[in-house]
Nanobody
């Protein structure tokens, strides 16, 4: 059974940092592009970042460029999202998702992804 499990969320003050993890079980992430998405209350789910299967090409939403870094450790079957300089507007439920890919590159478009985790809550507040 293919499963993605996010962890690392929590409550943090503005300017603080969190590192989210996305661990896969039931399949190997080597052949998948991985995306991170978030959903704030009353808003649509939006793409935050993605990383290609090779770990090379990565994309970021403009709102998080320079503050968030995505990385992957295929040996641990895990993808990470390091979030620095957090702002209240970063608050939401963060999801990771996977899509099998044969090429390079990745997308932060929600419909492109096949498998989703259950999400982890991130709250940025003083």
């Amino acid at each position: 059974q293919l499963q993605l499990v996010e962890s690392g969320g929590g409550l943090v003050q503005p300017g603080g940092s969190l590192r989210l993890s996305c661990a896969a079980s039931g399949f190997t992430l080597d052949y998948y592009a991985i995306g991170w998405f978030r959903q704030a209350p009353g808003k649509e789910r939006e793409g935050v970042s993605c990383i290609s299967r090779s770990g090379g090409p990565r994309n970021y939403a403009d709102s998080v460029k320079g503050r968030f870094t995505i990385s992957r450790d295929n040996a641990k079957n895990t993808v990470y999202l390091q979030m620095n300089s957090l702002k209240p507007e970063d608050t939401g439920v963060y999801y990771c998702a996977a899509v099998p890919t044969y090429g390079s590159g990745c997308s932060v478009s929600v419909p492109r992804y096949d498998y989703w985790g259950q999400g982890t809550q991130v709250t940025v507040s003083s």
